[in-house]
């Protein structure tokens, strides 16, 4: 059974295009994160959910809207994708946001745009 | 500006050595400190987390964290081609509670 999936695995597109990457996890955790791994390897928080609610949002432009429909789900739509934007995208669950929670994540998102 | 650092690497151990990765962080309200292993072209993995000064063991790995130095080190004994991998530092600030990973050290054993 896959603990938190992500779909597509691979997304290749133009500059200016509007892509989705959808999320699920079926631990039954109330917090999820999207996270952007770029070039270098360096792992960056955008977004966290608690529960269908924001509670974490780093500065990541306005192109980036997550949306999570229920607290099994969250979704990152990107708008006038760019060519910056090309990198791994992880989603991540974990059972609550407190300290001690372990962070699930799915198996990446590897977006590249050309 | 909250940073945790890393030394990048390649960090190269001999198989069957000890395998010594460092982490430094700069928030000294952190309280939780997370060591993840991340294969190639893979996701993060959590192989340790530790919240309280001194050492805590697990099979192969030791985590030890030192608070007042504001250091987190992740020990793995007898070290196999397998445990070739990057191993991302993460700290969790009792400030706002978010997590900040460090760039990770990439670590290769030779057989």
């Known amino acids: 059974d896959t603990a938190v999936s992500q779909t597509p695995k691979y997304l290749v597109t133009q500059m200016g295009n509007d892509k989705s990457i959808k999320c699920e996890q079926n631990?039954?955790?109330?917090?999820m994160y999207w996270y952007k791994q770029d070039s270098k390897k360096f792992l960056k928080i955008m977004f966290s959910?608690?529960?269908?609610?924001?509670?974490i949002n780093e500065t990541v432009p306005n192109r980036f809207s997550p949306k999570s429909p229920d607290k099994a789900h969250l979704n990152l739509h990107i708008n006038s994708l760019e060519l910056g934007d090309s990198a791994v995208y992880f989603c991540?669950?974990?059972?609550?946001?407190?300290?001690?929670?372990?962070?699930?994540f799915g198996p990446g998102t590897r977006l590249t745009v050309l | 500006q909250k940073e945790v650092e890393q030394n990048s690497g390649p960090l190269s151990v001999p198989e069957g050595a000890i395998a010594s990765l460092n982490c430094t962080y700069s928030d000294r309200v952190s309280q939780s400190f997370f060591w993840y292993r991340q294969y190639s072209g893979k996701s993060p993995e959590l192989i340790m987390s530790?919240?309280?000064?001194g050492d805590k063991e697990d099979g192969r790995f030791t985590a030890q964290l030192n608070k007042a130095s504001q250091y987190v080190s992740l020990l793995i004994r007898d070290s196999q081609p397998s445990d070739s991998a990057t191993y991302l530092c993460?700290?969790?600030?009792?400030?706002?509670?978010?997590?900040?990973f460090g760039k990770g050290t990439r670590l290769h054993i030779l057989p």
């Open positions: 530790i919240y309280s000064n």
């Open positions: 993460a700290v969790i600030s009792n400030r706002d509670d978010k997590i900040i």
């Open positions: 959910y608690n529960n269908k609610e924001l509670i």
């Open positions: 631990l039954g955790h109330d917090t």
């Open positions: 991540a669950s974990s059972q609550d946001r407190g300290q001690t929670d372990t962070q699930y």
